[in-house]
């Protein structure tokens, strides 16, 4: 039953995570366009928090910090807030209504599923909001209406996800997992990069390849073991694309870093490292001009994190 609008809360603030594709397999793409794939994420701890508030009508205003590019963020109607609210409201039968800011720490257009983790915690906020009691079960198949991410973004932990990643299954992860992540000052359009990746595979199998290893690493929590199973079929035609991305994963790992890799279609790179004090040590080096780094925005997270949760209300 949906709770009377004067008992609600004046607000619920949700936080959901960027999420990390440690293992991202692609197969060739089938009739419908789509590529199969086979992928193991992770969440880690770059969060946007997203707050709702009682309205009359519907807003949604975005905060980014000052090295993110507000230029790359969507325009109101196609944001993928909104398109999560009208799903919510259609399910339910009831107005799409309320105030929405979004304070992002997860880079935009980078290969983390920020603009998903937006979407998730959105559901679960307005699903509080307007006392609706969605079941995990609708939540879920909203969210991958919404897109391949988001589904994750809600469970969060490390996780399989196969069809275009949207059926998602908890899997064992018995470490602590520390990362250093280095964001690009400009985007890189996925459907770009699955069109090179057909380009330079066109002969890819029709099914991705497996995750054992990755999964079994996992398992271990040794970080050695997980930085020899990374995968990341999209990475070739990412650096095809964008040869710097290349040369600043050999960077990384010049730096110390276990592994480098590109984070989904990027164009985000990330460094596993062994412990705290590593990763620190890592994004020291790629942020001093003095030692040739040049990246003047570099991000340690730890993962895996929790999915969508609230975490405020008032």
């Known amino acids: 039953m949906t709770a009377r609008f004067e008992d609600l809360p004046a ?3 949700v936080r959901a995570p960027a999420k990390i594709n440690l293992h991202l397999g692609v197969g060739a793409p089938r009739e419908d366009g789509y590529h199969p794939l086979l992928t193991v994420y992770q969440a880690v701890g770059l969060h946007d928090d997203v707050t709702v508030r009682p309205a009359p009508d519907w807003s949604v205003e975005v905060a980014v910090p000052d090295w993110m590019d507000a230029g790359q963020l969507p325009r109101l109607e196609d944001n993928i807030v909104t398109r999560a609210a009208d799903l919510l409201a259609a ?24 603009g998903s983790a937006d979407a998730a915690a959105a559901l679960v906020a307005l699903d509080r909001l307007w006392g ?14 919404l897109g391949s991410d988001v589904p994750f973004a809600l469970i969060g932990g490390s996780a399989l996800g196969t069809g275009r990643g949207e059926l998602v299954q908890r899997v064992e992860d ?3 997992w520390w990362w250093v992540a280095v964001p690009s000052d400009r985007g890189l359009s996925t459907p770009q990069v699955y069109r090179h990746f057909d380009e330079l595979s066109p002969h890819a199998p029709a099914q991705p390849p497996p995750a054992d290893d990755l999964i079994a690493a996992l398992a271990s ?12 079929d999209l990475q070739e035609p990412a650096i095809a694309l964008r040869p710097e991305l290349g040369d ?7 730096a110390g870093a276990l592994r480098g890799l590109i984070s989904g279609s990027g164009p985000t790179c990330v460094f596993l ?9 890592v994004a020291a080096t790629l942020a001093d001009p003095d030692g040739g780094g040049d990246h003047p925005t570099v991000l340690v997270a730890n993962g895996a994190v929790s999915g969508a949760h609230l975490v405020e209300y008032a």
């Open 221 to 232: 929590g040794v970080p050695e073991a997980l930085a020899a199973a990374l995968h990341n």
């Open 248 to 254: 600043l994963l050999d960077r990384g790992e010049a």
């Open 11 to 13: 607000q619920f603030t």
């Open 91 to 114: 399910h339910h039968g009831v107005p799409r209504a309320g105030a929405v800011d979004v304070v992002k720490a997860i880079p935009v257009a980078g290969g983390m599923a920020g």
């Open 132 to 145: 609706t009691g969605t079941t995990d079960e609708d939540l879920l198949r909203i969210a991958a209406e």
């Open 174 to 176: 018995a470490g602590t």
């Open 273 to 281: 490292c062994s412990s705290p004090d590593h990763a620190r040590e």
